[in-house]
């Protein structure tokens, strides 16, 4: 009997289908060329001219991150155009609260059978994100991995790079007490929590994605998949026009474990929550799941996805700015002695 010859494609992995994919992806990526980028997409590796200009003592300020399990709700919907903000968003919202700009950026997408048009959805997405942030999606991988991944489902991940002047890293070093605690409004979820949020969703309320949620406005799978909001031009301009003492994008842990990461020793911040409105997933996900305040704090950004901390002698500065460029704001908070700790009223 003849001995079969094997082929990767009888493997599971399709070079033709990837290559596709890249052709498909080409025209999204372009879109978030800055000057700074040299060459194209295709080669071994992104390269990205610095500028120096105005410049004194350049850090390199980079962050990875992925999307977590809010993936299973794009699975769910089968809608994959959105997933690829929330992957830039969590890398630059985290690089942005040291007073970096940033530059570029990388993914990497890991699926069990590559299908090209998926691929190019979730890259579609990627670029937006890069485009709401500024910076260049100047490379990535594509790994399509047989019988790792099940067919149709897979994972994103991302790398983002900025830069910042020395002397301007905001670090919260110099955050004291009598300094005032600001917030902007997030988008929704973002993408944290969401292991807590299909438990209650699905399994407790047995809810199904295209199911309709009077209080939303809106199906419960459109609400899950709202993307991360991206907080670059919101905040960038602040660098220039005014001091930031701190800031602080409200992820994994939520307001208790994420403010104190900037906070002196010896300071506390003190969160009055009834300053802003909170939307109505997270009074929602409360009311369902029987979810305690404190751990709704400590799990979720409850409508507040990035906080800035500055003097009391800055706070009409820096609300006008923001509201000048019709950014909303609230004044959330302040800053006491303390040992570290966030404490609400």
């Not at 929590?193 to 209650?200: A, E, I, M, T, W």
């Not at 602040?238 to 906070?263: C, M, Q």
């Not at 997933?281 to 400590?298: C, D, H, K, V």
Request: a negative charge; charged letters at 20%; glycine letters at 12%.
């Amino acid at each position: 009997m003849e001995k079969k010859a094997w082929t990767y494609q009888d493997a599971g992995v399709d070079i033709d289908a990837g290559n596709t994919a890249v052709e498909l992806m080409k025209r999204h990526v372009q879109s978030t060329y800055r000057a700074e980028v040299i060459g194209d997409i295709g080669g071994f590796g992104g390269l990205f001219a610095l500028n120096m200009k105005n410049i004194s003592e350049p850090v390199l300020v980079s962050g990875t991150d992925g999307v977590g399990t809010k993936l299973r709700l794009a699975f769910m919907v089968d809608k994959h155009d959105t997933i690829g903000i929330d992957a830039v968003a969590m890398c630059v919202n985290d690089i942005l609260v040291q007073g970096a700009e940033p530059l570029f950026f990388l993914d990497y997408v890991a699926v069990g059978k590559l299908e090209p048009t998926q691929a190019a959805q979730i890259v579609k997405g990627v670029a937006e994100g890069c485009r709401q942030a500024g910076c260049a999606l100047i490379g990535g991988e594509t790994a399509e991995m047989a019988g790792f991944y099940p067919v149709g489902e897979y994972d994103i991940a991302g790398f983002a790079v900025g830069i910042v002047d020395k002397p301007k890293i905001i670090s919260g070093a110099q955050i004291a007490s009598g300094d005032v605690v600001l917030g902007l409004p997030s988008s929704g979820l973002h993408s944290n929590g969401y292991s807590l949020v299909r438990k209650v969703c699905f399994d407790v309320m047995d809810m199904k994605p295209g199911d309709q949620v009077e209080a939303l406005g809106k199906t419960i799978g459109e609400e899950l998949l709202t993307p991360t909001r991206i907080y670059v031009q919101a905040v960038k301009p602040l660098f220039e026009a005014s001091t930031i003492k701190g800031l602080v994008h409200i992820t994994g842990g939520g307001f208790t474990d994420n403010i104190p990461r900037v906070l002196p020793e010896d300071c506390d911040v003190i969160i009055n929550k009834h300053t802003w409105p909170i939307p109505p997933i997270f009074t929602s996900l409360a009311q369902w799941g029987n979810i305690p305040e404190a751990e709704m704090y400590r799990t979720f950004n409850m409508g507040i996805g990035m906080i800035i901390v500055v003097a009391a002698d800055e706070v009409e500065t820096v609300m006008n700015n923001l509201t000048s460029r019709g950014e909303k704001v609230f004044r959330i908070g302040e800053v006491v002695s303390g040992h570290k700790v966030v404490q609400y009223k």
